[in-house]
């Protein structure tokens, strides 16, 4: 019998070769497979914020949509006021003069018109509450505070209640 022969040196270093090239290729593999299995990660928590920005930009978008509606009716809300604001002052300007005395009376003098400190048009001074309500609105329409409109009011007319006057035409103002 011979003896068992040797694997030569080169067919041992190869057979090394082979195992180590097997072993980075499984290697190689593996990581492939993890790489792919984080990217697929990350793309399904990309996704996920996504969907809750575009979620986000929905409520946003509606949210402004409400607030222009509500700018929108207070708009006209607004424009309203002021068309019963004009109406009231042209039925100021226009209020019916004095009927004439009578033959039989004597001719009186007219009284002088007071003189007031504040500049108000001439049709608003003696006028009634709802003279003072619409000069109250105009005032709190043109940013004047409350305690403003108040001195005037109480140096030009004679009202029962301004407090009330002025928490009604204030409110409607801001409201």
Aim: charged share 30%; hydrophobic share 40%.
């Amino acid at each position: 019998m011979s003896p068992p022969e040797r694997p030569s040196a080169a067919a041992a270093a190869a057979d090394r070769v082979r195992a180590v090239l097997e072993a980075a290729e499984q290697s190689a593999a593996e990581l492939r497979a993890e790489a792919a299995e984080e990217i697929e990660g990350q793309l399904a928590r990309a996704h996920a914020v996504a969907e809750r920005l575009s979620g986000r930009a929905d409520e946003i978008e509606g949210a402004l949509q409400r607030l222009a509606d509500t700018v929108r009716d207070e708009l006209s809300a607004l424009k309203a006021d002021l068309e019963e604001l004009r109406a009231v002052k042209e039925g100021i300007g226009a209020a019916p003069a004095a009927p004439e005395p009578a033959a039989a009376s004597p001719p009186q003098e007219p009284e002088p018109e007071p003189v007031a400190e504040s500049s108000a048009p001439p049709a608003a001074r003696g006028q009634g509450p709802e003279g003072a309500r619409v000069i109250a609105l105009n005032m709190a329409l043109n940013g004047s505070s409350r305690e403003e409109t108040a001195r005037y009011l109480s140096e030009n007319f004679q009202l029962g209640d301004a407090d009330a006057l002025l928490d009604e035409v204030y409110a409607r103002v801001s409201g």
